[in-house]
């Protein structure tokens, strides 16, 4: 049976080509102008070292504050090694696999474009890892996001020259036995190679990457999540109507007030008479409020696409213009701010998220006191409240900002530093954070429409609602709710929007 194979060339990849070979597990190739731009950009720096007597920074030099060290041709390959080696410096919890996964898809694409001078069997053997699910074991700590993600990206090319560990079928292998078991032999670094592997955004960006596409469902989830909870509080639609967006003109807004009409349309509930003027912010600003959010991802979204198709390590290579440019753009500026921004973004989601599920426990309109027919004797929905509150009040704590920060390295030669990598990994527990609010939510929503029956929501909120039933009931006196939880949450990140 033939493998589903994505062949990568020198056009742009998309944030919808990556889900489809994340999702559906394609193996990945190298088309021949990748491998052709590869081998021209290696040829031409062979040659160069060979010719050139000034010193190449990084090629011919050391790094960093070494960068006036020269090196001799003898020991190129050896201070390559020793590059990597050294660098391997990670702290705190392994990376997520499938963000690792990302890690070598990403580095393979800056690669691809040939002007960073590695060597063809180097790039195909990071492919080899991808295709064969040997992923290196990577840590979250220990990259300043400036002179590239030098030690994660260190952790995960260390497997490249027989070193380091890589995840196996999800158990920690040293890397030496896993290559010997594929036939690969450990790779002969040249000139360059190491600097080319560890410098870049590649471990930010893949973060990036992945916080993109969970806060992307995570705004199409708060918005039918909440039209449930709009349903459940006997809310109102004039705030959705396209007149009221119109007149803002917020792209955003305006999406968001057409997606909660598509989802209430055929609703009996939300037509019948209100005897309520309005509603509390939580429920009347969701167009402009969950608007301004996807306004952020979008813009987010724009820059970490660039990223994705960008070539960040340094000296960069033009074999064409007879140039190698010591210069920066491994620098993670772009991705510092806008990994800051979706965090402040997407906690918001969860932020407004968290006033409706007060709402709805707050015995009014109808609906009994946390959401149980015998409140007193059953606590019900009081402390699923108090959780999401918890979290909410976490995900402030991680929206400060990192990109604020800078602290001096490399002996004063890196002297503004991005901390890329650490908005970026903040912003992955704000992605989790909200998820787990959301679900919260629809714990409560759920179960404050049942006390709205016999009145029918619209058919896509009843098929929702019918779907989450079969993993969730209907609660009638106290029972033990952590399970349940983690069933919502399970359950909206495996609903198919």
Not at 84 to 95: F, R
Not at 128 to 137: E, G, H, I, Q, S
Not at 405 to 422: F, L, R, T, W
Not at 465 to 475: E, M, N, P, S, T
Request: charged letters at 25%; proline letters at 4%.
């Amino acid at each position: 049976m033939k493998k589903n194979v994505f062949e990568i060339t020198l056009k742009d990849l998309s944030f919808d080509e990556i889900e489809r070979i994340v999702n559906d597990k394609m193996q990945i190739s190298l088309s021949k102008e990748v491998l052709s731009a590869v081998k021209k950009c290696r040829d031409y720096l062979d040659k160069k070292t060979k010719t050139h007597k000034e010193p190449i920074y990084g090629v011919t030099t050391g790094f960093g504050s070494l960068c006036n060290v020269s090196i001799s041709e003898k020991q190129l390959s050896q201070l390559q090694k020793n590059l990597m080696m050294s660098h391997a410096c990670g702290l705190g919890e392994p990376v997520p696999q499938e963000v690792v996964k990302l890690m070598l898809l990403m580095k393979i694409k800056s690669l691809s474009y040939g002007n960073s001078g590695v060597q063809v069997v180097t790039i195909q053997r990071l492919a080899d890892f991808f295709n064969n699910d040997v992923l290196p074991v990577v840590y979250q700590q220990g990259s300043l996001g400036a002179s590239g993600d030098l030690a994660p990206l260190a952790h995960m090319c260390l497997p490249l020259i027989g070193l380091g560990e890589v995840w196996v079928n999800g158990e920690k292998k040293p890397a030496a036995g896993v290559l010997k078991k594929y036939g690969w032999k450990p790779i002969e670094l040249a000139s360059k190679e190491g600097l080319a592997l560890l410098n870049g955004t590649q471990f930010m960006n893949s973060f990036a990457v992945h916080n993109v596409l969970k806060a992307r469902r995570l705004s199409r989830l708060a918005d039918l999540v909440g039209a449930l909870s709009l349903e459940a509080f006997d809310g109102r639609i004039e705030p959705f109507y396209p007149e009221i967006q119109d007149v803002r003109r917020h792209k955003g807004q305006v999406d968001t007030a057409a997606a909660f009409r598509k989802y209430l349309k055929g609703s009996k509930m939300i037509v019948r008479k209100k005897e309520h003027v309005q509603d509390p912010y939580s429920f009347r600003c969701i167009p402009q409020v969950h608007g301004a959010s996807k306004d952020a991802i979008e813009y987010v979204s724009r820059i970490t696409f660039e990223e994705i198709n960008a070539v960040t390590d340094n000296p960069t290579v033009f074999p064409d213009k007879d140039l190698v440019v010591s210069a920066g753009n491994f620098h993670g500026q772009p991705l510092a701010l806008t990994q800051d921004f979706l965090s402040i973004a997407v906690a918001e989601l969860a932020n407004i998220s968290e006033r409706r599920t007060y709402q709805l426990i707050a015995g009014k309109r109808g609906l009994p006191s946390f959401l149980v027919k015998k409140p007193g004797l059953n606590s019900g929905f009081m402390i699923p409240q108090y959780a999401a509150a918890s979290i909410v009040s976490q995900n402030k704590q991680l929206c400060c900002p990192a990109s604020v920060d800078s602290i001096e390295s490399s002996q004063g030669q890196e002297d503004h530093v991005s901390m890329g990598a650490n908005a970026a990994t903040k912003a992955y527990r704000v992605m989790d954070n909200t998820e787990r609010v959301l679900a919260i939510e629809l714990f409560n929503a759920a179960q404050a429409f049942e006390f709205r029956r016999p009145v029918k929501t619209s058919p896509i909120l009843e098929k929702f609602l019918a779907a989450y039933r079969k993993q969730v009931a209907f609660i009638e006196d106290d029972t033990v709710m952590y399970p349940l939880i983690q069933k919502s949450v399970d359950f909206l990140r495996g609903y198919s929007l």
